[in-house]
């Protein structure tokens, strides 16, 4: 009989032991865990101090005595392993409710330790009012705080996902709530353009906003906590919640000398397996290969980890199955806006030195003579060449995750932004558009690799040169209402055939309207009538969220 030895339960672990259950009624499966619960929805933490998930129980997915009876594991709760010996393939683990330790023998080990929230290294740190939250436990004693002490304002250190559904959770509660984030943005994997809305709609939902600020020390006080920042700035608050983000626990794997990656996770095979062919590894404490780069990286998300959970129990049966690389796709509500992303940012392809190109559309999420249609902001991030999908960041207040899905799908399948435009995607007035914003930022792409289009960019209109003139062919009306360009000279669209003689044909034009479309048909008039120009893509809109950055965005010239 074989023996399979499961250390860490959650996403990856109770995965691996479910699967390799169903995938073999033979084997011996032992699952272990250090803390009291075994598989619970930790991306639903934030959701039930929030009140949207009323229940505490319905985070709680499995038992050890409903994985006994469905799955016939052996799962030992409050169970430590504290050291690994390869040559005997035993364990050692430390029951700390016995407070005894004693061995296990394994045939396969699978490790899921998953990873630990980072704490700064700062004064005052330690204080009971100072919580993560990567757990039960976690929420437990955060709703204690909340309930037992009644604090009147909290305070979010970090502006990721859990930061930010923390700040939401915490403003739904009623609480004053400051979020602080050490970078100029929040929401680290979509490019700073696209999370100035973010930072709006944090403000309009009462959240007080501090960027480029990070914590530096803590000072308990007869009323609450004084918090220091780098800003050189005191904040009074009651209660902390710190939301830095997460570091892989490899310590186990450490002392046991298995191979860490460059990132600091345990490096594992395609199949899974550490250093040691009869050890594997899942979940949040593994490097992973990201999709487009190819290079190692740390990426803890619960979907990763659940397929890598499937893949490890497979292997670990006899199968060689691979789990092939990560996107990274996610998704996050943000009060009434969501905001998604998969493959790299623009950022990261800069500091990959990865050569791209860049659209943007902002169409309506269904048609917009129906009602309650809602404008959604897509970014496309492709290659100059073929036009291969490099990576998607949208946000919005519908159908956010279901164009980053498909963008996903269509990375993931190899596919191009040729191929986006040939997409048959589902079409209802109440659900969508004939042209779907993900054709749209296809035909935007393929336009501009074709050669049917020029573009230019937000980031350009900050340096416009003398032999170049800023064009604006929206209404009047539009700019009274929304917003002018400084300096623009103003010709709307369906005047501007019959105003051409009041350009002049030595310039080159930067043409620019709400969203680029009627851009684009200014555009080819004016080049087909022997005109320079070049169209803003995104427009107006796009334009708007680069000068809400809180910080220099630098000047970034694609194709020049």
Request: hydrophobic share 40%; proline share 4%.
């Amino acid at each position: 009989m074989k023996r399979i030895v499961i250390v860490g339960g959650v996403a990856g672990g109770a995965s691996a032991a479910a699967r390799a259950r169903r995938m073999s009624e033979d084997a011996e499966i032992i699952m272990l865990d250090r803390g009291a619960y075994i598989s619970f929805a930790n991306c639903g933490l934030p959701y039930h101090i929030g009140g949207d998930i009323q229940s505490r129980d319905a985070l709680l997915l499995q038992t050890p005595e409903s994985f006994k009876r469905r799955f016939n594991v052996e799962v030992r709760l409050h169970s430590d392993v504290i050291a690994i010996d390869r040559e005997q393939k035993q364990i050692t683990v430390r029951d700390a409710q016995q407070n005894t330790s004693y061995l296990v023998d394994y045939d396969t080990l699978i490790l899921s330790p998953g990873a630990a929230p980072f704490i700064p290294d700062v004064e005052g740190i330690s204080d009971g009012r100072i919580q993560t939250m990567r757990n039960i436990p976690d929420m437990d004693r955060i709703m204690r705080i909340l309930e037992q002490q009644r604090p009147t304002h909290a305070t979010v250190v970090g502006g990721g996902f859990i930061g930010l559904e923390a700040a939401e959770a915490l403003r739904q509660r009623g609480l004053e709530t400051t979020l602080v984030e050490l970078s100029g943005q929040v929401m680290a994997p979509v490019d700073i353009e696209m999370a100035t809305p973010l930072h709006s709609e944090l403000e309009a939902h009462g959240v007080d906003l501090r960027l480029q600020a990070g914590l530096t020390k803590v000072t308990a006080t007869d009323t609450g906590l004084t918090l220091s920042l780098s800003d050189g700035s005191d904040l009074d608050t009651g209660i902390v919640i710190l939301a830095i983000g997460v570091r892989p626990e490899t310590a186990l794997a450490k002392a046991a000398g298995l191979a860490l990656g460059e990132r600091g996770g345990i490096r594992v095979d395609e199949q899974m397996r550490t250093s040691d062919p009869n050890i594997l590894a899942v979940g949040d404490a593994v490097e992973i290969t990201e999709w487009v780069s190819g290079k190692p990286a740390l990426i803890p998300l619960a979907g990763p980890a659940n397929r890598q959970g499937r893949i490890a129990a497979d292997n670990a049966l006899g199968a060689k199955r691979a789990f092939t690389k990560t996107q990274g796709t996610a998704v996050c509500r943000v009060f009434d806006l969501t905001v998604a992303a998969t493959g790299m940012n623009e950022k990261s392809l800069r500091r990959a030195g990865i050569d791209y190109r860049k659209v943007y559309v902002h169409p309506m999420d269904h048609a917009s003579y129906f009602p309650g249609a809602e404008q959604i902001s897509l970014k496309l991030l492709f290659t100059p060449d073929e036009g291969k999908i490099l990576g998607a960041q949208a946000l919005g207040k519908k159908g956010v995750d279901k164009r980053i899905d498909v963008l996903a799908v269509a990375q993931r399948a190899g596919m191009t932004v040729f191929d986006l435009e040939e997409l048959e995607l589902c079409y209802a007035p109440p659900y969508g558009s004939a042209k779907d914003p993900v054709n749209l930022a296809g035909f935007v792409a393929a336009n501009w690799l074709r050669g049917d289009t020029e573009l230019c960019f937000a980031e350009e209109l900050a340096a416009i040169t003398a032999e170049q003139k800023l064009l604006d062919v929206r209404t009047p009306a539009e700019l009274e209402r929304v917003g002018a360009f400084d300096g623009a000279i103003n010709i709307p669209v369906d005047e501007l055939r019959d105003r051409l003689t009041e350009l002049d044909p030595t310039v080159e034009y930067l043409v620019a309207c709400q969203v680029g479309l009627r851009g684009h048909v200014a555009y080819r008039m004016l080049v087909n009538r022997g005109f320079k120009a070049k169209n803003l893509t995104g427009g107006f809109k796009t334009w708007q969220m680069f000068k809400g950055c809180r910080q220099a965005t630098p000047l970034v010239v694609e194709g020049e």
